[in-house]
T-cell receptor, first 115, second 113 residues
Framework: DTEVTQTPKHLVMGMTNKKSLKCEQH?????MYWYKQKAKKPPELMFV???????INESVPSRFSPECPNSSLLNLHLHALQPEDSALYLC??????????????FGDGTRLSIL | DQQVKQNSPSLSVQEGRISILNCDYT??????FLWYKKYPAEGPTFLIS?????DKNEDGRFTVFLNKSAKHLSLHIVPSQPGDSAVYFC????????????FGGGTRLMVKP
């Protein structure tokens, strides 16, 4: 059982829709991450939040808008996506963004399809 | 430019034998290395890690070896089980650059009964 929970598991949306992906962890981790993974490719980092503040934005298009309402929740708001944005979106968390050797723990992802 | 490479896209091994998955890296600033396992329709699961100050770390059937001079790490699974069939990603982190991971392209391991 994963300790990082992502909803929904699957999402199909049109290019004009607005939707949100949600991620929740209750491990007390203070760093949370969004990744995008295309088929047969490794995960690619999109955003990093540390103590609910955005620390890293890997030049992600503005049609992806992250939000960290509290230390347990991470959202990814989607608007006006393109077909090439269809992918598996993974959320991860780790105890801290800096200091120490800490693995990131991943959720099972949301498989997003853009029509 | 891929800084972390897994040159074997797939590996097939007989149940009970050893599986050896390899990973090469180019950035000498990497100081922490991890292996993740991924089943279809699931997220990557952390398996084992190693700090650059060590050359070996063992956890049950899984052992990771690090050769810093060759910029090479490997994951050994002994004995291999059918349930180990998955895609394995190695990942690396740069010292003092936060917990940002760079992933290799993955190796699909198939363990045949």
């Amino acid at each position: 059982d994963t300790e990082v929970t992502q909803t929904p598991k699957h999402l199909v949306m049109g290019m004009t829709n607005k939707k949100s992906l949600k991620c929740e962890q209750h491990m007390g981790h203070r760093a949370m991450y969004w990744y995008k993974q295309k088929a047969k490719k490794p995960p690619e980092l999109m955003f990093v939040y540390s103590y609910e503040k955005l620390s890293i934005n890997e030049s992600v298009p503005s049609r992806f808008s992250p939000e960290c309402p509290n230390s347990s929740l991470l959202n990814l708001h989607l608007h006006a996506l393109q077909p090439e944005d269809s992918a598996l979106y993974l959320c991860a968390s780790s105890p801290l963004w800096t200091l120490g050797n800490q693995p990131q723990h991943f959720g099972d992802g949301t498989r997003l399809s853009i029509l | 430019d891929q800084q972390v490479k897994q040159n074997s896209p797939s590996l097939s091994v007989q149940e009970g034998r050893i599986s050896i998955l390899n990973c090469d890296y180019t950035n000498s600033m990497f100081d922490y290395f991890l292996w993740y396992k991924k089943y279809p329709a699931e997220g990557p699961t952390f398996l084992i890690s190693i700090s650059s100050i060590k050359d070996k770390n063992e956890d049950g059937r899984f052992t990771v070896f690090l050769n810093k001079s060759a910029k090479h790490l490997s994951l050994h699974i002994v004995p291999s089980q059918p349930g180990d069939s998955a895609v394995y990603f190695c990942a690396a982190r740069i010292n003092n650059a936060g917990n940002m991971l760079t992933f290799g392209g993955g190796t699909r391991l198939m363990v045949k009964p």
